[in-house]
């Protein structure tokens, strides 16, 4: 079993400025001017005795807006007990936040979907190193993913949208991740994926986050891990295409057009 320490809270923020859509559409010329992802917060606390774990970010999806929408994290052979949330939602000054909040001490112990090492789109996760992974489903297609073994804990989202079938239709079946820069202990992924099935394409987000949670004891008792601690990280992070050139350089072109639509995503 899983139980949360009484340690103090802490708060970790990182923000990242090098990922951007820049970076993916250099091919085409195009540029969004500012970050894919921003002001990434990990956030971990106890609650009534159970560790829950929240992470935070500033997506930059150009002109396309995020709808204001929570949706349950749950295990599909369990329905009826969410292990916690997923939101998104456009902020007053038209920034898409996406925020993922999960009961750890709860959520270690389920089975989730039956291939939880894949994308939506059918595809590895772009994350090597880590063992156990369990994911759970967030509304139909949009995942949430968790491993917890000692040096490799990896959380990560899959987001699902809609409007991204309309890259797929000309590049599907392809991963298109960017590390962004380690800090504060944090490593990180970013990217999109197209699938070769409607709304089985989108965005994706995965974090290692060895260094944010400990395992107190050999019975894999979890806490909130101090400043002093630090573990060797065995989460390896993919970065780059899984596709051709010419097939990245034409999926580039697509993301940039489709994001200078102004438009609210529909999730899936």
Known sequence: MFLASTHVIRRLS?????????????????????NLVNNLKLV??????DLMVEMGAEINSGAMMFPMITLPIVDPNDPGHPYGSLTMQ??????????????????????????PGNLPNGTAIPVAGVQDIVAFQAGG??????????????????????????????VPGANLFFDFPQQNGIRGIAGIFTGLQSATSGFGLFIDATNLIQDQNQNRTLSIASVEEHV??????K??????????????????????????LSIR
Do not use: H, P, W
Not at 44 to 49: I, L
Not at 144 to 162: F, R, T
């Open 232 to 237: 060797q990280s065995t989460v390896v992070f």
């Open 141 to 170: 297609n949009s995942r949430v993913y968790l491993s917890l073994n000692n040096n490799s804990k990896m959380l990560g989202v899959a987001i699902a949208i809609k409007e991204f079938d309309a890259i797929a239709k000309y």
């Open 239 to 264: 970065s780059g295409s899984s596709v051709s050139k010419s097939k990245t350089q034409s999926l580039q072109r697509r993301v940039y057009d489709l994001s200078r639509q102004s438009r609210v």
């Open 44 to 49: 971990t606390s106890n609650d009534t005795g």
């Open 90 to 115: 456009r902020t007053l000054q038209g920034k898409n936040m996406l925020l993922a909040r999960i009961n750890l001490t709860k959520a270690s112990g389920a089975q989730g979907v039956t291939d």
């Open 14 to 34: 990182l923000a990242v400025t090098s990922l951007s859509l820049a970076s993916m559409l250099t091919a085409c010329g195009g540029s969004i001017g500012s």
